[in-house]
């Protein structure tokens, strides 16, 4: 039985319909990749395409990399010359090429996120940019989602005086600038990667023919979070032979804040009216009961192509809702829960995930798991490119690389010190300007600049340095030249002597670096230190996730997208939280609020065998204490799906405890007490649990309170009001009041502090 017996009927054609344009709808675990390196194979096999005419394109180094291995094992020989690379490193392929047919030099220097914002700082000092008014972050957010739309600094600059915004001119100076400032030092941020190669093609006929030529079998895998820039670079390339084939899932589009723009998958059969669609529908992770749920939520967007997941995997637990009466409370039940998965041989540490909307929920898990000694790890924190030992040592290689680069130059003149001072790079810098040349350019010419005098002699020995250091490049491995940098310069010396334990493990990260060089020497066909760079410069944070580790997962949800767990838990699950009350509060509230579904969508569809949705009454949120009701999400998950009382939660369901005003019967579980501000860690007494800690320190109301449903009460916050419910719950009482302003609210008597009138 050949492989292409084992797909199912849908993903068979999609991998046989291989002439015109082509959309694949592809639900979560449905095996797209699948029908993607399937494709592939029938390609070559079936219809006799030269794998060197056939490009699969994709957004990050992990999938391209799984795609690769993929497409290696079922095409075997020849697969090495199909084009499987994510859209930026195809694009630099590119560009490597021809970007000198729009007046670059090919030796291009890639600037990364903080590359970007160094120039940025510059030139707000040079414009005398307030950046109190104007944050750095926020200018360079409004060119990069200038640059995704494709709008150059000419237009930008047109549209922001039509608009008479004072605030729009001064983001289209700043835009002018910045450009201005890469196209000196010969380097293109990664926006401009995209950018940069659609206006190669669109202004070369002759680069435009040889690439569509080249590529007549065109395929997109996540469709969904192509961008406006990226649309054309593929409209362009597949418009001689229309062989385009984009497999995506609309309602898996999460990144409109990068971007995205999920009118590409949506208008695919406008812009391609001949477009055959196909849907793959049979979901091969998730049991029936999690499938069933993400179907309910996502079915209340309105913007979506109608499909609906189903599986043969069986029903599976059903779904377990958990509400507790405070954010702690949440991270002690996860972390209990996942130590009886352990305990019990259910699950290991590697099957379980905690999701969340934002980085900030991550705390108190960490918390709490510490005490646990639950082994887990936080993926989407510093990248280890961004370490200060990292950026240092790959400025030198940049520099060695291409000199043409101020930035990087900049960064290590003085790395180790060398006693240039301030004044004697400003001097540099301008004596640059006023000719025209790059700052290293002026570096060398150090004796000629009047203004320097015997300063000059102090900028000899790092030309010197650089120079030998590019003369060696022909003889040297990138490898042997990065242990040289390092020893030449003292940088590891330098630590060494410094001796503390931020120093040492700072060497184990340049120990890290020179492994990377050798694992990409060893992996790459003609090893280069300028594709060194490029790979560097292109890697993805998700890409660190290792794994068959057994420890859990702390992720946010976005990126949590592309991957699977066994037991999943989706924590903060409240209106104010997720979806978040800028959502809720929005403008644009509706198209809002189909965005943050779909990352439910995600969420839910992240779980193989469990799923534990939770909720706190209450959270900490910028120092103030928070009050949500259970989320829009979860209520709109039929009572049926959720666990009944057998099971792990309560027998009613979330919708009819929040229909009955007492959300507590939704947890199941005893009321915890309103608790106090919690001790440090250091302050845990040995022996002693958080949560028995917890109920010692607690705020508790023991004696009845000095006012009655009725009377009228001040609040220190939401003002005066009339109690309308008193609820006893054991520890403490829930009061329900209706204030004058600020509407009704539920809270808990220790916390509400209110004053009878």
Sequence with gaps: MSSYDTLNEQQRTGVTTTEGPVLILAGAGSGKTRVLTHRTAWLIEKCGVNPWNIMAITFTNKAAGEMRERINALVGHGAESIWVSTFHSSCVRILRRHIDRIGYDTNFTIYD????????????????IDTKIYKERSLLSAISSAKDELI?????????????????????????????????????????LIGKTVELLSSDPEVLDYYQERFRYIMVDEYQDTNTAQFELIRLLAGKYK?????????????????????????????????????????????????????????????????????????????????????????????????SGKRKGICGYGD????????????????????????????????????????????????IDNARDDLAVRRIINVPKRGIGATTLNRVSDYA??????????????????ALGKSAGKLKPFVNFIQTMRSKLPYLGVTELLKEIIEETGYVKELEADGSEEALARIENIDELISKVTSYEEGAEEPTLGGFLEEVALVADIDDLTEG?????????????????????????????????????????????????????????????????????????????????????????PQELIADAGKKSSSRSPQEAVASGNDREA????????????PSMRQQPSGQSMQAKAFSTANTVKGSLSYDVGDRVAHVKFGSGTVTGIIEGGRDFEVTVDFDTAGTKKMFAAFAKLKKL
């Excluded at 995205?260 to 529908?281: G, R, S």
């Excluded at 049991?287 to 913007?303: E, G, P, R």
């Design 113 to 128: 996120a903080d590359d970007s914002k160094s120039v940025m700082k510059e030139i707000c000092k040079r414009l005398e």
């Design 152 to 192: 150059t600094p000419e237009e930008f600059t047109l549209r922001a005086e039509a608009s008479a915004d004072y605030g729009k001119r001064r983001q289209a100076e700043v835009y002018r600038e910045y450009q201005a400032v890469l196209r000196k030092n010969n380097a293109l941020d990664f926006d401009d």
């Design 243 to 339: 062989n385009l084939c984009v497999v995506g899932d609309d309602d898996q589009s999460i990144y409109k804040f990068r971007g995205a723009n999920i009118y590409n998958i949506l208008n695919f059969e406008k812009h391609f009216p001949d477009a055959v669609t196909i849907k793959l529908e049979q979901n091969y992770r998730s049991t029936s009961h999690i499938l069933d749920a993400a179907n309910q939520v996502i079915a209340n967007n309105v913007k979506r192509k109608a499909k609906t997941l189903w599986t043969a995997n069986g029903e599976g637990d059903p779904i377990v809702f958990r509400q507790f009466d405070t954010a702690y409370d949440e991270a002690d039940y996860v972390a209990e829960d996942i130590l």
């Design 352 to 399: 379980c995930a905690v999701l969340y909307r934002t980085n900030a929920q991550s705390r108190l898990f960490e918390e709490r798991f510490i005490v646990s000694n639950i082994p887990y790890k936080i993926v989407g924190g510093v990248n280890f490119y961004a370490r200060k030992e990292i950026k240092d040592l790959l400025a030198y290689l940049k520099t």
């Design 433 to 450: 300007e006023a000719y025209d040349i790059s700052f290293y350019d002026a570096l060398k010419r150090g004796d000629e600049i009047p």
């Design 549 to 637: 580790s057994d420890y859990v997962v702390l992720m946010t949800l976005h990126s949590a997208k592309g991957l699977e767990f066994p037991r999943v838990y989706l924590a903060g699950m409240e209106d104010g939280l997720f979806p978040g009350y800028r959502t809720i509060t929005s403008d644009n509230a509706t198209e809002e609020l189909e965005e943050e579904r779909r990352l439910a969508y995600v969420g839910i569809t992240r779980a193989m065998r469990e799923l534990t949705l939770t909720a706190a009454r209450q959270r900490m949120i910028r120092g103030e204490t928070q009050y949500n009701t259970v989320s829009r999400f979860v209520k709109e998950i």
């Design 667 to 678: 947890s199941g579980r005893t009321p915890y007490p309103v608790r106090a501000k919690r």
